[in-house]
Structures are given as C-alpha cells and as structure tokens.
C-alpha cells in the first residue's frame, strides 16, 4: 500500500466548518451519510464522466456509500485527504462534495476533485461554489500547484504524467 505524506503541517487548522455564501463545507462524515448518498445515486449518470475510475459504479447500498465515506474520513484524521460535503444553509440537502488529496503525479502537490448533485449542476450557485474552491484551495490552504483533473486536465493526459515516488 502506498503512503502518502501528509497534505498540510501538523500544525495547520484544518478547517471544520467552512461557511460560504449560500453553501456550507463540513468534513465528509458518517454524519452526512445519508445526504451524500442520496445525491450520489441521484447523479450517478453524470458523475461517471467526472471520475477516471468507474466511481460511484460501486456504490450500490448506503452501506456501500458509508464505507467509502469511512476511508475518507479517515484520510482527514490522518491528514492525507481531505474530504468536504458541499450543504446548502440549512444542512439538509447534499449540494456536492470536494476532495483535497496527494496528488499521484509529477506537477502538481495536490489532486482536486469535486462534484455537484445533479439538481444543481450547472447552476449559477455551482458556479459561485467551483470559483470558491479554486480560491480557498490556493488562499486559505496555500497550495502552489493544484491539480483538477476530470474538469482542466483531461484523464487522458492525467493518468499518463509521470508518477510521483511515495514511501512504502
């Protein structure tokens, strides 16, 4: 298995609740396992062209949902991902998520992923929310190079860069 290092010093404030305008990021929980869920099978057609890897083709119960949503919370306690759902005010109603992780290839430090429920995909409100995660990702987070693949990088020129060297 390989080991990633960490994304962010030990001593960087990991953010909990970030609250922007009209949407609200907290950590991918088990707490939010059942928003999640329902917006993954609810835009499981669109998010197949977003992700290189099949993703959520797996996902087939909420227990399935959970187990992934358990990895990367995991990642979060460890510091090697970070995983966000994307709430609307009330924190009722799953907008999307956003992923911060090691990057696997030479370029860049990290890998940004995010996706939107197909309710709201390709709204002006999804617009506000990609140009807030493009900003706080180099702001707030003070990533140098970040990636996107899937949206600025396409999967074919993604997965054929040369791989980073990671301890085992």
Do not use: H
């Not at 990895?71 to 998520?97: A, H, T």
């Not at 995660?133 to 970040?146: A, M, N, Q």
Request: proline share 6%; hydrophobic share 40%; aromatic share 18%.
């Amino acid at each position: 298995m390989t080991k990633f290092n960490k994304i962010v010093p030990d001593d960087f404030n990991v953010p909990m609740y970030v609250n922007g305008e009209f949407f609200i990021l907290r950590p991918l929980s088990p707490v939010y396992s059942n928003l999640d869920y329902d917006a993954v099978i609810a835009s499981k057609e669109i998010l197949g062209d977003i992700f290189s890897d099949n993703w959520p083709e797996g996902i087939n119960s909420r227990e399935d949902n959970l187990r992934y949503i358990l990895e990367d919370y995991q990642d979060f306690q460890d510091r090697i991902g970070f995983s966000y759902i994307i709430l609307d005010d009330e924190e009722s109603i799953c907008i999307g998520c956003v992923y911060i992780f090691p990057s696997l290839y030479e370029g860049s430090d990290v890998a940004i992923y995010y996706w939107f429920n197909v309710k709201f995909a390709g709204t002006y409100l999804t617009v506000k929310i990609e140009n807030f995660i493009r900003s706080w990702v180099v702001e707030f987070w003070g990533i140098k190079k970040p990636a996107y693949p899937g949206r600025d990088i396409p999967w074919s020129e993604w997965l054929t860069r040369p791989r980073k060297k990671f301890t085992d």
